[in-house]
């Protein structure tokens, strides 16, 4: 695992080692997996790469295979507690050039479902849940995460 003393998302990853977050979901052996902010579309989470990198081809390959692998279960086990009409994986970079995954569940009766998220206005997006919807939803994820991924580490909650 490397880090970039410049990255602002290296220094976000170190303080969720060192002192957890209110969002974390789990912490697997290539990423965080942390609940998105906004939660217009329900079950949005974020995957933090461990290892700083600013594109995917960039990563070591083991590194790129490992995060691929923990997507590919982190979106299943959303769809398993969300039951999305369709996921959309996100890679950008452009804000925080460290690779990261936003996964974003989809709603079939959602108007503008055939658009990326990003064409709804950022301020309809934030939807902050009740505490406890946010620790329910967390804690959901979280089991179906480590039914998936035997070396994921949750918080206790
Ligand atoms: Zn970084």
């Known amino acids: 695992m490397t880090a970039d003393a410049r990255c602002a998302m290296c220094s976000g990853i170190e303080r969720i080692r060192t002192n957890g977050a209110a969002n974390l979901i789990a912490d697997l052996p290539h990423c965080y997996v942390m ?4 939660q217009f579309y329900r ?3 974020v995957l933090l790469a461990k290892h700083h990198a600013t594109e995917l081809f960039l990563l070591p390959p083991s590194e790129a295979r490992g995060l691929f692998d923990e997507l590919r279960l982190v979106a299943e086990a ?3 507690v969300v039951k999305p009409w369709k ?3 996100e890679c950008l970079g452009n804000q925080e050039p460290h690779v ?3 996964i974003f ?6 108007t503008m479902r055939n658009g990326p998220v990003w064409e709804r206005p950022e301020a309809l997006r934030k939807v902050a849940l009740a505490p406890a ?6 804690a959901a994820l979280a089991k179906q995460i480590a039914l998936r991924i035997p070396d994921a580490r949750v918080p206790a909650n």
């Open 105 to 110: 569940p989809r709603d079939e009766k959602d």
């Open 87 to 89: 996921l959309n994986y």
């Open 35 to 38: 609940l998105g902010d906004s």
């Open 78 to 80: 959303i769809a398993a």
């Open 43 to 45: 079950g949005y989470c």
């Open 133 to 138: 919807e946010h620790r329910q939803l967390i």
């Open 100 to 102: 990261h995954w936003h």
